[in-house]
């Protein structure tokens, strides 16, 4: 056995043209596209990646299907997710049984949960906890530090062996939530913002700013906008 073959074990897999793997990796049932770029200490099994993919030192995928021009950073770990083409994952981000869009970010320690659905056009900045039956739709923007929560009588799993009093959040298109907000499960319209810190127990409809604990209205979101762009 040569030294090589130690440092890099790949079986039952297809690698396209144009790869650069790094030392220590383990590769097992997997298809990846062209122009590949494995850092070292990687493992990969089960895994259905396109073409110019780009994983970082001590990343784990398993199960999991990637798109095209996939960035997966350092030490984040991946296990039965779907992503889409552009799709970045940065350091230390956990997603289990999730599925995201295309050209998306998920920020470095973001934990996203099994059944979440992330549509296109997405970022969830760093340290936030997006839990089961979260749902985000296209073009939502979410600051760091973000706290979804599903059981509102916890530990109501523990407590009955089922997720029966777990409830879903909707955040709907264009939404942005700022940084440390809290939402319990609710619905949070088209087009809203929700101010830094908030904690939201109520649905926020569309178009429309709150802020505060708990959140309450505070003005059209578009206005906004039109601080910003001098409307
Ligand atoms: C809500 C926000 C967008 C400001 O909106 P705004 O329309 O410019 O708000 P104003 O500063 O004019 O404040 C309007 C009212 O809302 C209150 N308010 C503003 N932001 C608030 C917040 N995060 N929590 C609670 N109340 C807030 C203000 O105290 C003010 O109340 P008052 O009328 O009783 O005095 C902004 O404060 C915010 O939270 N932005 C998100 C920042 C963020 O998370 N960025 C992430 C990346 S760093």
Redesign the pocket.
């Known amino acids: 056995m040569t030294l090589e073959s130690v440092m890099q074990i790949i079986e039952n897999s297809e690698i396209g043209k144009n790869k650069q793997i790094g030392n220590f990796i383990q590769i097992y049932d997997c298809k990846i596209g062209d122009n590949s770029e494995i850092k070292d200490f990687v493992k990969l099994r089960a895994c259905k990646i396109g073409n110019n993919l780009m994983v970082g030192d001590f990343v784990d995928l398993s199960n999991t299907t990637l798109g095209n021009d996939n960035e997966v950073w350092k030490s984040a770990s991946l296990n039965n997710c779907k992503i889409g083409d552009r799709t970045k994952i940065f350091k230390f981000a956990n997603l289990y049984g999730c599925k995201l869009g295309y050209d998306g970010k998920i920020g470095s320690y973001v934990e996203v949960q099994s059944d979440v659905k992330i549509g296109n056009n997405v970022t969830v900045?760093s340290h936030s906890f997006i839990c089961s039956l979260v749902t985000i739709e296209d073009d939502v923007w979410m600051?760091?530090g973000i706290m979804t929560v599903n059981d509102l009588l916890p530990p109501s799993r523990k407590r009955t062996g089922t997720t029966d009093y777990w409830l879903p959040t909707l955040i709907k298109k264009g939404a942005v939530i700022?940084?440390?907000a809290k939402l319990l499960p609710v619905i949070i319209g088209e087009n809203a913002?929700v101010?830094?810190?908030?904690v939201v127990i109520k649905d926020v409809p569309p178009n429309e700013?709150w802020?505060?604990?708990p959140a309450k209205y505070?003005?059209p979101a578009d206005?906004?906008a039109r601080?910003i762009y001098k409307q």
Request: charged share 15%; net charge positive.
């Open positions: 900045s600051g760091h700022g940084s440390g913002v101010g830094a810190g908030s700013l802020a505060g604990v505070i003005r206005e906004l601080k």
